[in-house]
């Protein structure tokens, strides 16, 4: 099971650090991922991390703004927003990746989805 929190409303330049908590699972097994849908949009890769951490990717409209780490000791998953835009605004989905070493931006690669959290980035 991922949970995912820390959405919110915040204004255009501010931050906001999303959290994904993983139970039930072997968590230093997945690899991770950020995923968004916005309204009326399909849902987009945002970011993804190794099973050990050390390889990042991510989209190219977020590069150089969010960060994604782990902490495998805790199960957990974060996304950190920084300089946010009112594009930004979606419902962001965490997902788990089970076996590969590498990492994955396709949405079908992933095997387990948290439940969504909504961040609104208001202008």
């Known amino acids: 099971q991922l949970q995912a929190s820390g959405g919110g409303l915040v204004q255009a330049g501010g931050s906001l650090r999303l959290s994904c908590a993983a139970s039930?699972?072997?968590?230093?097994?997945?690899?991770m991922g950020w995923f968004r849908q916005a309204p009326g949009k399909e849902r987009e890769f945002v970011a993804a991390i190794t099973r050990s951490g050390a390889d990042t990717a991510y989209a190219d409209s977020v590069k150089g703004r969010f960060t994604i780490s782990r902490d495998n000791a805790k199960n957990t998953v974060y996304l950190q927003m920084n300089t946010l835009k009112p594009e930004d605004t979606a419902v962001y989905y965490c997902?788990?990746?089970?076996?590969?070493?590498?990492?994955?931006?396709?949405?079908?690669?992933?095997?387990?989805w948290g439940q969504g959290t909504l961040v609104t980035v208001s202008s």
């Open positions: 997902a788990a990746d089970y076996g590969s070493y590498g990492y994955t931006v396709q949405i079908s690669d992933y095997d387990y």
């Open positions: 039930g699972l072997t968590f230093s097994l997945y690899g």
